[in-house]
T-cell receptor
Framework: GQQLNQSPQSMFIQEGEDVSMNCTSS?????WLWYKQDPGEGPVLLIA?????ELTSNGRLTAQFGITRKDSFLNISASIPSDVGIYFC?????????????FGQGTTLQVKP | DTGVSQDPRHKITKRGQNVTFRCDPI?????LYWYRQTLGQGPEFLTY????????KSRLLSDRFSAERPKGSFSTLEIQRTEQGDSAMYLC?????????????FGPGTRLLVL
């Protein structure tokens, strides 16, 4: 079945540092989404990418949809303590009727003040 | 707040009991998804509705699981004869599709613990 490999699994950084995480797949996706999840809560959408090569920013967050449609990365600039959480990439095939998401395993981010 | 809501937020039950969860999607969204998330993992797809029609079910959805969306608005997920392995966070997401673009918004989840 389709799988997403997300890396790194965890990161422990100093406040103010930049962060980069990525997802790769053996399958092609038509949409890539990045979510952030706090403990005990549902995932919150950060960035949605719909076209291969697309580069999109949301404040200090920047994400790109890989040209091959098999990968995506998320960058966070100038990290702050509230960036702490688990970040998930999700791919969507998007063809036909189904819009189900395939999720990566998550990247746990810890920020030291 | 017009986001996705789920009820209850937490449920503790004994093995063998039945449980039912409710999801209220964003009002204009015609697509509704259920996912299950276990500790340390990403959410996994369970089932999907477009309006009131259940169009896809994962192999994860055993015969003990049933989902409905009777009027194309809220949805319920029932687990019969719960097992300890059913302990997980159950997440609901809703979306609407514009052309080829579809973005799913998640609710806060229902955390189930089966003793």
């Amino acid at each position: 079945g389709q799988q997403l490999n997300q890396s790194p699994q965890s990161m422990f950084i100093q406040e103010g540092e930049d962060v980069s995480m990525n997802c790769t797949s053996s399958s092609i996706f038509n949409t890539w989404l990045w979510y952030k999840q706090d403990p005990g809560e549902g995932p919150v959408l950060l960035i949605a990418l719909y076209k291969a090569g697309e580069l999109t920013s949301n404040g200090r967050l920047t994400a790109q949809f890989g040209i091959t449609r098999k990968d995506s990365f998320l960058n966070i600039s100038a990290s702050i303590p509230s960036d702490v959480g688990i970040y998930f990439c999700a791919g969507q095939v998007g063809s036909g009727n189904t819009g189900k998401l395939i999720f990566g395993q998550g990247t746990t981010l810890q920020v030291k003040p | 707040d017009t986001g996705v809501s789920q009820d209850p937020r937490h449920k503790i039950t004994k093995r063998g009991q039945n449980v039912t969860f409710r999801c209220d999607p964003i009002s204009e969204h015609n697509r509704l998804y259920w996912y299950r998330q276990t500790l340390g993992q990403g959410p996994e797809f369970l089932t999907y509705f477009q309006n009131e029609a259940q169009l896809e079910k994962s192999r994860l959805l055993s015969d003990r699981f049933s989902a409905e969306r009777p009027k194309g608005s809220f949805s319920t997920l029932e687990i019969q004869r719960t097992e300890q392995g059913d302990s997980a966070m159950y997440l609901c997401a809703s979306s609407s599709r514009t052309g080829y673009q579809e973005t799913q918004y998640f609710g806060p989840g229902t955390r189930l613990l089966v003793l």
